[in-house]
């Protein structure tokens, strides 16, 4: 015999006990599906904010590499500012450089003419000291002209090649203190249109040995071209009074009539 | 008048092996065909195997029935398992001899080589797995002599044990396996049933969804079909004797079907 409440009992039993695990299984579902929508939304809040860090992180570097770059760039401008301040100091100082050895040369070379000059007869020592007397009045003359000619900056690359030789020269000649020397010095300058300077050497070549006839020539030329045509002209007269020499005649015939200006 | 029609329909799933009662279904039908040919073959022996409840008795009965009055055939349903008897039922039947007292395998053999007939008679032998092997060795030599066809069913416990067993391996010609039904063959067994004894009402209360219901706690087994709707058709004519409001008498409940797998024991409630 059946009892039927008994048995429905027990299905009621059996349909929550089937239902137990639907239960279960959704509440997992809901649940995982809440976690991971949270984690999700977590990951996404902290990818936003690791977004934000890592942006803030590669903007830094870019930032620090602007600022460098703009710090660098301030440098190199500066660099460049100051080496083209060097330089233009450099090529003063050098313009300058090139003036204060002339006078340097002038003194110690008057010094060493002076010790020269000592050992020398007293004839000599007349004649020299009639002579350095006009030079050195002319010299002393010319000085303010050659500071005037540093400051201007007009030397090409040809120039600056020729005033290399010329220096090599110089170093060469301070080193040997050869007349034949100065003297190529001297008709270098004289033809680049540096007056003074060939004056210069014409001078300090004629202190070492006033027999050189090319020396006194450039001398000549030099005081012509330097407006002391006067001087050029007396200084020639001495020489060919001494020396007779034809060239130095013809020198001066050029100069008084004009053709050497 | 629905509480005899719930009772009739009780009553068409008392489970019981009576070849009356065998539902042809398409692929039974097919299955039992072929059993049929098998034993107008030349075959010693006839295996027939499957899962309990899968319809192998019944296959058996009907073959008795359909065949018994055609030619000399005889079905054991419950295993003889001691040897004389097995042996003096085999001589009472086949040689119309009775014998008082123990018959062995040999004397048998003898009273055997003496007898001939126009026609192999057919021993089927229900649930042979009970056999002893010694006697289903005796078996295998008597069939062995051609002078005796044998139908044997057993459960198929394990197919791979069953074919290796020597008596079986080396003898069996034709083997043929039954099978739980499927969930359509499932819904045309219960309602041919149920027709089958003008349970029509009732017939027409499975909705596809209660066949599946049914069909899921039975597996399509016969056995747990016929036990399950017995249970259901009585707890609806209880309802109908003391409670007719609770239930609806147009289609099945599944409710009412779970009630009945929990009370059949299908259910573990």
């Known amino acids: 015999m059946l009892n039927l409440n008994e048995l429905e009992n027990r299905w009621l039993k059996y349909k929550i006990k089937s239902y137990i695990p639907h239960a279960i299984i959704t509440l997992l579902v809901i649940s995982i599906t809440v976690l991971i929508s949270s984690l999700n939304f977590d990951k996404k809040e902290t990818n936003k904010v690791i977004q934000k860090e890592l942006i803030k992180e590669t903007l830094k570097p870019a930032l620090k590499e602007k600022v460098i770059e703009k710090v660098i760039e301030k440098v190199i401008e500066k660099e460049i500012i100051k080496k083209v301040i060097v330089k233009s100091n450099n090529t003063q100082q050098d313009e300058k450089l090139l003036i204060t050895p002339s006078l340097d040369f002038m003194r110690t070379i008057q010094n060493d003419s002076q010790k020269y000059y000592n050992t020398k007869s007293t004839a000599q020592k007349k004649k020299k000291a009639q002579q350095k007397h006009l030079i050195s009045d002319v010299a002393i003359e010319e000085i303010t002209p050659m500071q005037n000619i540093v400051k201007d900056n007009t030397i090409d690359i040809k120039r600056r090649d020729t005033q290399e030789d010329i220096q090599h020269v110089i170093k060469r000649f301070k080193k040997s203190n050869n007349p034949a020397l100065s003297l190529f010095v001297a008709k270098k300058y004289y033809e680049l249109g540096e007056y003074n300077k060939a004056y210069n050497y014409a001078l300090i070549t004629n202190e070492i040995n006033n027999n050189i006839e090319d020396s006194w020539i450039i001398f000549a030329k030099s005081l012509v071209k330097l407006e002391k045509k006067e001087k050029a002209i007396e200084v020639l007269n001495k020489y060919i009074a001494i020396s007779h020499s034809g060239r130095a005649k013809i020198t001066l015939d050029n100069i008084k009539s004009g053709k050497l200006k | ?269």
């Open chain 2, 1 to 269: 008048m629905k509480s005899n029609l719930f009772n009739n329909s009780k009553e068409v799933f008392i489970d019981s092996v009576n070849h009356k009662d065998y539902i042809q279904l398409d692929r039974v039908s097919t299955i039992y065909q072929s059993l049929k040919d098998s034993v107008h073959k030349p075959l010693k022996m006839i295996l027939l195997y499957g899962k309990p409840g899968t319809g192998k008795s019944m296959f058996l009965t009907k073959l008795y029935h359909d065949l018994s009055s055609k030619r000399t055939i005889h079905l054991y349903q419950s295993p003889i398992l001691d040897d004389s008897e097995f042996f003096k039922r085999l001589a009472q039947d086949l040689l119309n001899i009775k014998y008082n007292g123990d018959l062995n395998f040999t004397q048998f053999m003898k009273i055997l080589e003496e007898y001939s007939s126009d026609e192999t008679p057919i021993i089927l032998l229900d649930e042979a797995q009970l056999y002893s092997d010694i006697l289903m060795e005796k078996i295998r030599l008597l069939s062995d002599t051609r002078k005796i066809k044998f139908v044997v069913t057993l459960h198929k416990t394990n197919e791979e044990d069953l074919i290796a067993k020597e008596h079986f391996k080396t003898r069996i010609w034709e083997s043929i396996e039954l099978e739980n039904a499927s969930s359509s063959e499932l819904k045309i067994y219960i309602q041919k049933k149920l027709m089958k004894a003008n349970c029509f009402d009732s017939a027409n209360m499975f909705p596809d969804k209660s066949i599946n219901l049914i069909y899921k706690l039975t597996n399509g087994n016969y056995r747990q079909i016929n036990k399950l709707l017995y249970t259901l058709f009585d707890i609806y004519s209880n309802y109908m004797q003391n409670n007719p409001s609770k239930i609806d008498t147009n289609k099945i409940s599944n409710k009412i079907i779970e009630m009945s797998a929990i009370h059949a024991g299908l259910i573990n409630a």
